[in-house]
């Protein structure tokens, strides 16, 4: 889980930081850029993460407001998770990462 810090007080940089700090969030987030997804597809996606660490990453996305949360009333509830439009503005800073680790794995640095 990231720390809490005064959000307020901290330069754009350290707040961008702060909000997208932990192992899995950035693939999260490269997984929902391409569309909403389902819990357990989205796990599934992810490979090696837990239930739970994909909860709690998934929610403080959602505190962010980086992420939505759709629950379907349907039985069993069917839950969906998508980008918000802030979240949709981070796609081309998720491409041009990406883009640069192509470009890295090329280069035989890694």
């Given at each position: 889980?990231?720390?809490?810090?005064?959000?307020?007080?901290?330069?754009?940089?350290?707040?961008?930081?702060?909000?997208?700090?932990?192992?899995?969030?950035?693939?999260?987030?490269?997984?929902?850029?391409?569309?909403?997804?389902?819990?357990?597809?989205?796990?599934r996606k992810?490979?090696?993460?837990?239930?739970?660490?994909?909860?709690?990453?998934?929610?403080?996305?959602?505190?962010?407001?980086?992420?939505?949360?759709?629950?379907?009333?349907?039985?069993?509830?069917?839950?969906?998770?998508?980008?918000?439009?802030?979240?949709?503005?981070?796609?081309?800073?998720?491409?041009?990462?990406?883009?640069?680790?192509?470009?890295?794995?090329i280069h035989?640095?890694?």
């Open positions: 889980m990231s720390k809490s810090i005064n959000l307020e007080s901290e330069c754009p940089m350290n707040l961008t930081i702060n909000i997208l700090s932990g192992k899995w969030k950035l693939s999260i987030l490269w997984h929902l850029s391409k569309g909403t997804i389902r819990f357990n597809e989205l796990q992810l490979g090696n993460i837990t239930q739970r660490t994909l909860t709690m990453q998934l929610r403080e996305l959602e505190k962010g407001g980086i992420i939505y949360r759709e629950v379907y009333p349907e039985s069993p509830p069917r839950v969906e998770y998508g980008l918000t439009n802030i979240g949709k503005s981070m796609q081309p800073i998720l491409s041009a990462m990406c883009e640069w680790g192509k470009t890295y794995k035989d640095l890694f």
